[in-house]
C-alpha cells in the first residue's frame, strides 16, 4: 500500500501547455504516471503529444474529470492565476490537488483553503510550494526525480524538497512506500501530522522519516500527535542549526524569536516523545538504516 497516491491515479496537469506544465509532464510520464490529460481554457479541444502519448486538453477541471475519470490533478499555474486553479479544482471535487506552484501569496493560499474547508474537504491539498508527491514504482506527481530511490517500506514527509531528495538517495537500496513534500509556505494544504496519521495507517510503511525546519511551532505540534498516535519508529531532522537568530531563513515564514522555533527546541520536542533527530541530514539517514537493520 502506499498513501494518497498509487498506480491506479488518474492525472491531470493544470497548465499543461506551459513551459513548466509540459516539461514535468513528459518527465512524470515517463516515471510511470497515468496522466490522462490536463486544462487550459484557451486550448480546450486540443491535444499535446509528448513521447508518442496524444494527451487532450480541456477547459477546465471538472470537464477533465468527466470525460476522463481523473482523481488527481497537478497545478503548474502561475501565481497570480493559483488561487483561481485551485478553487477550480476543489469546485469539481478532485480529490487529490498538489499545487507545485512557489510564490503565492498568503491570503489566496488562504481564501483557497478556506473553500476547500468549506467544502467539506473533499479535496486533500497537498502544497503549495511544494516538490510533491511520489510512490516509487507506482506514481510520481509533481517535480521529485523519479530514478533516485526504489520502492520500499520508508515513509517520508518533508517541509523541505531538496531534503526530500536527499534522504530519498542517501536510502535508495531501502526504498520508500511514499514520498510527501507538503511545501514550507506559513499556509499548506496537508500538514506533517496528516502524513503521519497516514503513514500510521498504512502496513507497509515500517518506518517514518519527518523533516522539518526552523520557525512556527509545526513540528512542536507533530511531536505531540506522535506521543499520542504514534507507535511506528520516527525518525527527525530539523534544517536550521546553524541559522543565527533573527533572521529569516529558507522558506516563508521560517523565523527564529528566542528559543521559540529554532532547531534545537524543535528537536528537543521530538526527543522528548522518543523521536531520534538527527543533526545532519546523512546522520539522519544512518539512524534510519539503524533501525531497520534492527527490525
Not at 497548465?15 to 506544465?21: D, H, K, Q, W, Y
Not at 523565523?255 to 521530538?270: F, R, V, Y
Amino acid at each position: 500500500m502506499t498513501i494518497f497516491l498509487d498506480r491506479s491515479s488518474r492525472v491531470i496537469v493544470q497548465g499543461i501547455t506551459g513551459a513548466e506544465g509540459s516539461k514535468h509532464t513528459r518527465r512524470m510520464l515517463r516515471a510511470g504516471t497515468t496522466i490522462v490529460g490536463g486544462t487550459n481554457p484557451r486550448k480546450a479541444g486540443t491535444f499535446v503529444e509528448m513521447d508518442d502519448v496524444k494527451l487532450p486538453v480541456f477547459a477546465n477541471v471538472a470537464e477533465a474529470m468527466a470525460e476522463t475519470g481523473a482523481n488527481v490533478s497537478v497545478a503548474f499555474i502561475p501565481p497570480a492565476a493559483a488561487k483561481d486553479g485551485m478553487i477550480e479544482a476543489i469546485d469539481a471535487g478532485i480529490p487529490l490537488l498538489v499545487v507545485i506552484t512557489e510564490g503565492i501569496p498568503v491570503h489566496d493560499t488562504m481564501r483557497a483553503w478556506s473553500h476547500a474547508a468549506a467544502c467539506g474537504h473533499r479535496t486533500r491539498i497537498i502544497g503549495p510550494n511544494c516538490p510533491g508527491i511520489t510512490s516509487p514504482g507506482q506514481s510520481n506527481v509533481g517535480i521529485i526525480p523519479a530514478d533516485i530511490t526504489k520502492p520500499g517500506r520508508i515513509g517520508l514527509v518533508s517541509k523541505s524538497g531538496t531534503l526530500t531528495y536527499q534522504l530519498m538517495y542517501e536510502l535508495r537500496d531501502i526504498g520508500f512506500s511514499t514520498c510527501v513534500g507538503i511545501g514550507g509556505d506559513p499556509i499548506i494544504g496537508t500538514t506533517h501530522i496528516d502524513c503521519l496519521r497516514a503513514f500510521q495507517d498504512d502496513p507497509d510503511t515500517d518506518v517514518i522519516v519527518m523533516i522539518g525546519e526552523i520557525g512556527g511551532d509545526a513540528e512542536e505540534r507533530a511531536a505531540a500527535f506522535i506521543a499520542e498516535n504514534v507507535t511506528k519508529p520516527v525518525v527527525g531532522y530539523v534544517a536550521g542549526f546553524t541559522a543565527p537568530e533573527g533572521k529569516t531563513m529558507g522558506h516563508a515564514g521560517a523565523i527564529i524569536s528566542g528559543s521559540s522555533g529554532t532547531a534545537q527546541a524543535k528537536k528537543e520536542a521530538l526527543e522528548r516523545v522518543g523521536v531520534r533527530v538527527g543533526k545532519t541530514p546523512s546522520q539522519t539517514a544512518a539512524l534510519v538504516r539503524e533501525i531497520v537493520q534492527s527490525r
